[in-house]
């Protein structure tokens, strides 16, 4: 049973910073690209990072280039989404998500996988 944990949401203060980690069980995370999304309340959910299969290529949302930061450590079987200079308006559930077939892909339904999601809040 493939599972996809998150975890280091929280409360953090405008201009802060977060770790997330989304451990993965039940697969062998370096056969997966594997993305974060996250969902302010009332909105649809958006594609924030992904990074390909050993970590050799990743992409960003605009929104989030330059102060996020997605990396993955195979042999623990986790992602990570480093996030800097946060801003209120990036409050959310974010989620991990994995995707076997593309090494690269923003679309939310190429992803097989996904994760419960951790809640992040940025007060101003």
């Known amino acids: 049973q493939v599972q996809l944990v998150e975890s280091g949401g929280g409360l953090v203060q405008a201009g802060g910073s977060l770790r997330l980690s989304c451990v993965a069980s039940?697969?062998?995370?370096?056969?997966?690209?594997m993305g974060w999304f996250r969902q302010a309340p009332g909105k649809e959910r958006d594609f924030v990072a992904v990074?390909?299969?050993?970590?050799?290529?990743?992409y960003y949302a605009d929104y989030v280039k330059g102060r996020f930061t997605i990396s993955r450590d195979n042999a623990k079987n986790t992602v990570y989404l480093q996030m800097n200079s946060l801003k209120p308006e990036e409050t959310a559930v974010y989620y991990c998500?994995?995707?076997?077939?593309?090494?690269?892909?923003?679309?939310?339904?190429?992803?097989?996988?996904w994760g419960q999601g951790t809640q992040v809040n940025v007060s101003s």
């Open positions: 998500a994995a995707d076997q077939e593309r090494p690269l892909t923003t679309i939310q339904r190429d992803y097989e996988y």
């Open positions: 990074v390909s299969w050993y970590g050799a290529t990743r």
């Open positions: 039940g697969l062998t995370l370096s056969n997966y690209a």
